[in-house]
């Protein structure tokens, strides 16, 4: 009797595991996703370089979703960042700023269908004062009816998202050139150019590109001769001093990533193929049949890399396209 007892229990307590198992499975997503992301994954460094997180909001209810996002974005999101240990960091003395004023707050409204989503780039160095080297937890927050210091409840209450380890390292180390050390991603050696042909860094530039390895990416590129092209930064440029030229060739490299300016360099190739390389002893071009995935089609473009040698070190300095239709 004592054994078929025991066996009964048993298999009440499997029952009740199972049903606990189901039920769970069976609940619902929430109805309002908000997931973050590395928008460029590379390696951080303290007190250098943005630090960019795309946010997301993916609608999983049967209705449509309206939310607020303001023009200045510190009343729409926040970034929730902590230590290891669980210690909030402290607010940035920009958001403190932009939040402290008495000013009007312009927003749009965005409508998110079923099953659709919406997503925007930040800087979480904008929102949070990371200036210790170290670990920490990044959460992001969004106020769907903007952001009130006084708002406790109601629709005002945050969304919150998933959470990311951030790892920031010290500042980097001086190259011979005064130049900042890279460090590659995968093997975290130093990242050093090497005196390679024309036709190797072109194509060193476009793998790092598919692989979307930032800072071998960037690696080749003469940014300075890329950004003096245009005549208003280049005039830009002569104006300002060391400090101001330092920021304009960061702000540069940051919308090359994003793809607000010269964007078809930074086009991620499905294919590529060398058709033509020459150089002298100072300058050289290399061009280049590229391949990329646009809907059900493949675009044909043909890129004319433009590189300049100096102390034995081929960089790319300006490039052009030519469209040759689909396929």
């Known amino acids: 009797m004592k054994l078929k007892l025991h066996n009964l229990a048993i298999l009440l307590a499997l029952l009740f595991a199972g049903l606990v198992a189901v039920q769970a499975a069976e609940q619902p997503p929430a109805a309002i996703g908000i997931n973050i992301r590395y928008f ?26 309206r939310f607020k996002l303001a023009d200045e974005r510190v009343f729409s999101v926040d970034f929730d960042v902590k230590t290891t240990t669980n210690r909030p960091v402290e607010a940035a003395d920009i958001l403190v700023r932009k ?23 930040e800087d979480i160095r904008d929102f949070a004062l990371l200036n210790k080297a170290g670990s920490y937890v990044v959460q992001a927050r969004i106020y769907p009816e903007l952001y009130y210091p006084s708002a406790v409840s109601g629709d005002s209450q ?7 380890t951030l790892n920031i390292r010290p500042p980097l180390i001086p190259g011979p050139d005064g130049v900042p050390l890279a460090l590659d991603v995968e093997t975290n050696a130093v990242l050093a150019r090497e005196r ?9 530039l ?19 001769a890329m950004l003096s092209h245009s005549a208003p930064r280049r005039r830009q440029w002569l104006a300002e001093g060391e400090e101001g030229r ?15 300016v010269d964007g078809d360099i930074a086009t991620i190739p499905k294919d590529f193929t060398i058709e033509r390389t020459v150089y002298g002893q100072e300058e050289g071009t290399v061009t280049v049949l590229e391949y990329f995935k646009v809907g059900t089609y493949t675009e044909k473009k043909r890129y004319t890399y433009y590189l300049r040698r100096s102390n034995d070190i081929w960089t790319i300095v300006d490039y052009s396209v030519v469209n040759l239709g689909t396929q």
């Open 40 to 65: 460029d994954k590379r390696i951080y460094y303290l007190e250098t370089g943005p630090i960019l997180v795309q946010v997301t909001l993916t609608n999983n209810s049967p209705g449509t979703f």
């Open 158 to 164: 945050p969304l919150a998202s998933n959470r990311l």
């Open 206 to 224: 476009l793998t790092a590109r598919q692989k979307e390895q930032w800072e071998k990416f960037f690696l080749y590129l003469d940014l300075e």
């Open 99 to 121: 939040r402290s004023q008495s000013q009007q707050v312009y927003f749009r409204e965005i409508s998110v269908e079923a099953g659709e989503s919406f997503s925007f780039v």
């Open 196 to 204: 390679l042909p024309p036709d190797e860094v072109v194509s060193y």
């Open 246 to 260: 330092q920021r304009m060739l960061a702000r540069y490299r940051t919308e090359l990533q994003s793809e607000t």
